[in-house]
């Protein structure tokens, strides 16, 4: 049986390393290579039967893999070795948007140091029906679905905008459940993060860290496109006006 493929997450944390070794490749002399291994090989992506294969994320494997990043780089001059579309899309992601993608790496290894995604069960959406994965990666975009369901924070949302009497309400295009459903949608609202975890870092939800949102917007926010997966309802607000023929303004 061979090792999975690379996923997103794992060349993320390896480019990290890559572009922190001034973009040369990580050798297996290096004992920072054999802690990089130990951690991808930690990491809750793939299943046991992975973790019995004996060269799964082996420090070799990871430095072949380094080496394929380098040479994937959009302004590589010298001979290509074999990275896969992946491979390219991660080095292109840190050749044109570097602090974010290390921003992330740092996030997920956070993550994974404090113990909090290993308790974090598999969400259902944190990859998209197309098969694509968030750009910060897929434990992060699981972390954050899991974090912005927390039921107790959502109920204090909640009571947070009734007691300043505010309207229940999405704060991208102002749709009520209630006033659509009827009874049947009343007080039905999502959360949402304005900040994902790797711009906020992973720390403690304040309540003005969540926003209301319809399940429409909520779906935009956190839908994959040119290379940024997550909105805040500001940026969702503006894309819609943006996008609104002159004729259906209000
Ligand atoms: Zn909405
Ligand atoms: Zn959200």
Not at 60 to 82: C, E, F, N
Not at 104 to 122: D, T
Request: aromatic share 6%; hydrophobic share 40%.
């Amino acid at each position: 049986m061979r090792s999975p493929a690379w996923s997103w997450d794992e060349l993320l944390l390896i480019c990290s390393r890559v572009v922190d070794n001034g973009w040369r490749q990580l050798r297996t002399y290096q004992p920072a290579t054999h802690e990089l291994a130990d951690l991808l090989r930690s990491l809750p992506l793939h299943g046991e039967a992975a973790h019995r294969i004996p060269q799964f994320r082996s420090a070799t494997s990871v430095s072949r893999k380094s080496a394929d990043l380098i040479t994937s780089r959009p302004d590589y001059q010298g001979p290509a070795t074999r990275g896969g579309e992946l491979t390219r899309l991660m080095a292109e992601a840190f050749t044109r948007q570097e602090a974010e993608m290390r921003q992330a790496a740092r996030a997920i290894e956070a993550g994974i140091g404090s113990g909090e995604l290993f308790q974090i069960p598999v969400q259902p959406d944190e990859v998209a029906e197309d098969g694509t994965i968030a750009h910060e990666g897929r434990l992060l975009a699981r972390w954050a679905l899991f974090r912005e369901r927390n039921p107790q924070l959502r109920t204090r949302k909640l009571a947070e905008a009734r007691r300043l009497g505010l309207p229940i309400q999405c704060e991208v295009c102002a749709f009520r459940f209630g006033r659509a459903y009827g009874p049947l949608g009343e007080g039905y609202i999502e959360v949402h993060h304005v900040l994902p975890l790797h711009i906020s870092g992973p720390r403690e939800t304040r309540l003005e860290d969540l926003a209301f949102l319809c399940a429409n917007c909520h779906r935009m926010c956190h839908a994959s496109f040119n290379g940024t997966s997550w909105r805040t309802p500001t940026a969702l607000r503006a894309q819609m006006t943006a996008h609104t023929p002159p004729s259906e303004a209000v």
